[in-house]
């Protein structure tokens, strides 16, 4: 009896021992995988505030290297170029790879910013002044790149001519051929030390100054969240298909949303392009988490119209809004002081005297003095039409303008951009 009680004691003891050695190992294990978790949690932190150091000490670099750039390397006026490649793009585009002719280096531009030609276009009595988007960062390049679409006649008026100076580029200049440039300018760039998660938005050809910003980020390779919505019309329209699928399977921090507003039958919608219509605030709900980017647009002006309205309804800051555009019509062309609601005050008879050739004209609210000029058949130098390249500026002898949108240009003193102003009250130019 007392021999099986023993044993049963025995057993007992054995289990339990089984039972509390269990237990320490399992807190060992627990003890010791806490343990795992905060050595791999120290060292990803470690990893990602190296990566993060090296960004910063990457930005401070190229900051560094583009002011050194820019101080060592820059030209007044005109400097020749040398056209070294002619690229076909797309549908009616060409990009035009530019290297200097004397051989020495050029400053970085900044993403976004575009290039001013003077062309000696023979039809013409004087020099065409024309502005082009970069579309390639210039971050360690050997060359400038602009990528050109030849502008078509209106729709209605096809017997009208295609862009005067788009043709040149498309029909005249070749490879070996030089061009007059201007030193790299413009306000409306990125600037990586600002934002932290971009939404980059072209339309058509506006997809230039935008693919440049792209480009640039990539070339840094940062880890920025970076979104491009790229709408054009159908895949023969689309730009550097092979270089936007590279940028995907490379840079796993871009999303590119390919838009087509009328497909034709060969484009597959999942392989060609992803959503059809045409780039909307509505389709950015859908896809982004939230409304906390930099939004950078270029396009057609009725898209940039529709956008910046639309994404300030949105919520999102002006600040945060970020356009550019070249050509007579523009971003928020209205008068300031005035707001929804608002009544206009009954128009005065302003009066715009042109100096030079003697002339007085009446003025019709709306239009800038570049196109009153025009429309009296008195020729004025103009390139961008946007206030940003400052070619169309003239002396202002008396009385004072506004402008509609705030010039890129830093305008002289007693000087006015002929291009977007519009007189406050009679006014005498120098032209």
């Known amino acids: 009896m007392e021999a099986r009680e023993y044993q049963m004691d025995g057993m007992l003891f054995y289990a339990l021992s089984s039972c ?17 978790i905060q050595i791999k949690g120290q060292r990803q932190y470690l990893r990602l505030r190296k990566r993060r150091l090296k960004l910063e000490l990457e930005t401070a670099r190229l900051k560094y290297k583009y002011v050194q750039s820019e101080e060592a390397y820059s030209w007044n006026g005109y400097r020749k170029f040398l056209v070294e490649k002619k690229v076909p793009e797309a549908n009616g585009v060409f990009s035009f790879y530019l290297i200097p002719h004397d051989e020495r280096p050029f400053p970085m531009a900044k993403p976004g910013q575009y290039l001013t030609f003077k062309l000696d276009i023979p039809s ?19 060359y400038y790149r602009v ?23 498309h029909d005249t200049v070749n490879p070996g051929d030089l061009l007059d440039v201007k030193i790299p300018s413009g306000h409306f760039f990125l600037d990586s030390e600002k934002v932290d998660s971009v939404v980059l938005i072209a339309g058509g050809i506006g997809l230039t100054p935008v693919l440049s910003m792209l480009n640039y980020l990539c070339d840094t390779q940062t880890d920025k969240e970076i979104w ?9 329209d689309f730009m550097m298909k092979d270089h936007f699928d590279s940028i995907s399977d490379r840079f796993p921090n871009v999303k590119i949303v390919r838009v087509f507003s009328n497909p034709i039958d060969s484009d597959q919608q999942g392989v060609d392009y992803d959503h059809e219509g045409h780039v909307s605030v509505e389709l950015f709900k859908k896809l982004l988490p939230s409304n906390n980017y930099d939004f950078f647009i270029c396009g057609p002006p009725p898209m940039m119209n529709a956008l910046t309205a639309d994404l300030e309804a949105w919520g999102v800051p002006e600040r945060y809004i970020h356009y ?5 019509a523009s971003v928020k062309q209205v008068e300031k002081g005035l707001h929804a609601g608002d009544e206009k005050t009954e128009a005065k008879t302003v009066k715009v005297t042109f100096k030079k050739h003697n002339k007085t004209v009446e003025w019709s609210t709306g239009t800038s003095l570049l196109d009153l000029a025009e429309e009296h058949n008195i020729a004025l130098d103009f390139g961008c039409k946007a206030g940003s390249c400052g070619t169309c500026s003239i002396a202002l002898h008396s009385g004072d303008v506004d402008y509609p949108i705030t010039p890129d240009f830093d305008i002289e003193r007693g000087s006015c951009l002929a291009c977007i102003a519009q007189p406050k009250d009679d006014i005498v130019v120098d032209a």
């Open 124 to 142: 013409e009595d004087k020099d065409v002044i024309r502005c082009y988007s970069l579309s390639d960062s210039t971050l360690d390049k050997p």
């Open 147 to 169: 990528s050109i679409k030849k502008v078509p006649p209106p729709r209605d008026q096809a017997d009208l001519p295609s862009g005067l100076s788009s043709s040149y580029f």
């Open 228 to 236: 491009l919505y790229y709408g054009v019309i159908c895949g023969n």
């Open 324 to 328: 550019e555009t070249f050509g007579p």
């Open 20 to 36: 509390l050695i269990t237990l320490i190992c399992i807190f060992l294990l627990a003890g010791l995988y806490k343990l795992f």
